[in-house]
T-cell receptor, first 115, second 113 residues
Framework: EPEVTQTPSHQVTQMGQEVILRCVPI?????FYWYRQILGQKVEFLVS????????KSEIFDDQFSVERPDGSNFTLKIRSTKLEDSAMYFC?????????????FGEGSRLTVL | GDSVTQMEGPVTLSEEAFLTINCTYT??????LFWYVQYPGEGLQLLLK?????DKGSNKGFEATYRKETTSFHLEKGSVQVSDSAVYFC????????????FGGGTRLMVKP
């Protein structure tokens, strides 16, 4: 069964360092997303990506964040200068159609710990 | 803006007990409603969905009915199993808000043998 894969599963970094989280969405999907969940809090939308550009982003997705689909298979989330409050589980997801009519497929998540 | 509120957990039940997890929502448009489940060590996966008022979503013995009048989408199961232990997330997708899902905080269910 096709699945969304994420690497690394856990990353520990120092405040101010750059972090890149990687995702391989399901191959025939057209829409890609990043969500995050701070421990004990809600799953929050960060950004959606379609046709090689950002289609929506939340207030959380500020200038420190960027996404890229560099090679047609990977979908990356970069945090330029990490802050303590960026510590969270980051989920990549993909879908074949828009999410309000279809199904969102999630990866297992990448846990980011900022010290 | 859109929001989803679901009951806080953990919910602890004995095997074969009846389960209800409450979920209410606020949306500007006519959203689709979803329940996602996260088993230990795995990503979220779709459990069931309903796209319009009075629709009932069902899967693996779980059911939820889209109630527009009470803005609710409560999850129910008649007889839970130990294997149902997981975190359950209610979510809505509102086309007026863009191509994204808004999630509730999640409810952890623990089923004891």
């Amino acid at each position: 069964e096709p699945e969304v894969t994420q690497t690394p599963s856990h990353q520990v970094t120092q405040m101010g360092q750059e972090v890149i989280l990687r995702c391989v969405p399901i191959s025939n999907h057209l829409y890609f997303y990043w969500y995050r969940q701070i421990l004990g809090q809600k799953v929050e939308f960060l950004v959606s990506f379609y046709n090689n550009e950002i289609s929506e982003k939340s207030e959380i997705f500020d200038d420190q964040f960027s996404v890229e689909r560099p090679d047609g298979s990977n979908f990356t989330l970069k945090i330029r200068s990490t802050k303590l409050e960026d510590s969270a589980m980051y989920f990549c997801a993909s879908s074949e159609v828009r999410v309000n009519t279809g199904e969102l497929f999630f990866g297992e998540g990448s846990r980011l710990t900022v010290l | 803006g859109d929001s989803v509120t679901q009951m806080e957990g953990p919910v602890t039940l004995s095997e074969e007990a009846f389960l209800t997890i409450n979920c209410t929502y606020t949306a500007t448009g006519y959203p689709s409603l979803f329940w996602y489940v996260q088993y230990p060590g795995e990503g979220l996966q779709l459990l069931l969905k309903a796209t319009k008022a009075d629709d009932k979503g069902s899967n693996k013995g779980f059911e939820a009915t889209y109630r527009k009048e009470t803005t609710s989408f409560h999850l129910e199961k008649g007889s839970v199993q130990v294997s149902d232990s997981a975190v359950y997330f209610c979510a809505l997708g509102d086309n007026n808000a863009g191509n994204m899902l808004t999630f509730g905080g999640g409810t952890r269910l623990m089923v004891k043998p």
